[in-house]
């Protein structure tokens, strides 16, 4: 499915946390715009825990996933938490 443009948004309480995956190759370009909330964690943690899981490729260091970028579009909160 990698060669599917995939733009997932995470409901994290007051912030953001974007994920993308571009096709380039076998298993894409991946990467999160910003990341963050203000208040509780557990919503942001799941979106995290689910990107991890769910839609990052394997890295070369076994046990470990591949995010090719995090982009931070500014320093509030809600957005790099």
């Known amino acids: 499915m990698a060669d599917?443009?995939?733009?997932?948004?995470?409901?994290?309480?007051?912030?953001?946390?974007?994920?993308?995956?571009?096709?380039?190759?076998?298993?894409?370009?991946?990467?999160?715009?910003?990341?963050g909330t203000i208040g509780s964690i557990d919503h942001l943690k799941r979106a995290v825990s689910h990107i991890k899981e769910n839609l990052l490729p394997d890295s070369v260091i076994p046990g470990k996933k591949r995010l090719d970028l995090i982009l931070v579009t500014h320093r509030h909160k809600d957005h790099i938490k």
């Open 4 to 35: 599917k443009l995939l733009v997932r948004g995470y409901q994290v309480g007051v912030g953001d946390c974007i994920y993308v995956r571009i096709p380039n190759g076998q298993d894409g370009f991946h990467m999160l715009i910003d990341c």
